[in-house]
């Protein structure tokens, strides 16, 4: 398989799962403004959409879309538990979760990414914008679980990690949300996120430690 990605970006999550699945894959460093790879491909041949992630399967198949990517990545390998069977209630609430993730968490950080610098009142409209969603994860957090769906840490959890890890780069404290910093913290100690940002080049090796 081969992963188009950007540093950092939402794909981050597809590779993070890479990682927990140990399934063997190529990633390619894409740049979505331009449309070419570091190997050298034209992505918008290859998504035409232009943003990642793009995974192409061993098959040739192109599979765009986070929600669908990370299904299709925690099916490759079902005994992993990654996500409920399908069909099931518990795998509809995975699809509920995903949905939140990429159109409402995910969406709300776009203004910060726009490339526009935001004014005073653009940044507290946005900022409001991403703590009614961050609310949303500490609800869904309050009883003690761990991870979003319960105890069992699924694909939502690494997508979720990595859009609310942005809030850092973006100088936004998640501070007023105590169970969701932990959450954050929890899930960047795990060895494949750690891996995936080191090879993102997000961290270096040192901070493994
Ligand atoms: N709906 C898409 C959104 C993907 C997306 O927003 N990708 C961003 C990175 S997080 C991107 O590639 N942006 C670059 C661009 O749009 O040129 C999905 O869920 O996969």
Redesign the pocket.
């Given at each position: 398989m081969r992963l188009h990605y950007?540093p950092g970006?939402?794909?981050m999550a597809s590779h993070i799962i890479l990682n927990e699945l140990g399934i063997p894959f190529e990633l390619d460093k894409t740049d979505?403004?331009l449309g070419t790879t570091e190997a050298g491909q034209d992505f918008r041949k290859i998504s035409p959409?232009?943003?990642?992630?793009a995974l192409v399967t061993n098959d040739g198949d192109i599979i765009?879309?986070?929600?669908a990517?990370l299904q299709y990545l925690a099916d490759q390998i079902p005994d992993a538990g990654l996500a409920p069977s399908n069909g099931t209630l518990e795998r509809t609430r995975l699809q509920e979760a995903l949905n939140f993730v990429?159109s409402e968490l995910?969406k709300s950080f776009?203004p910060f990414?726009s490339g526009a610098e935001l004014n005073d009142e653009a940044r507290k409209k946005t900022e409001a914008g991403v703590g009614r969603r961050v609310a949303h994860i500490e609800r869904s957090l309050a009883d003690g679980r761990a991870f979003l769906l319960g105890d069992a840490y699924t694909v939502v959890d690494a997508y979720a990690f990595v859009v609310l890890n942005w809030a850092g780069f973006v100088g936004v404290s998640l501070g007023a949300w105590p169970k969701t910093q932990a959450y954050v913290a929890h899930i960047a100690a795990r060895p494949a996120t750690v891996k995936a940002m080191v090879a993102e080049g997000l961290i270096e090796q040192e901070q493994l430690a």
């Open positions: 950007k970006a939402c794909s979505t403004e959409n232009g943003y990642v992630p765009t879309e986070n929600p990517v990429s995910h776009s990414f």
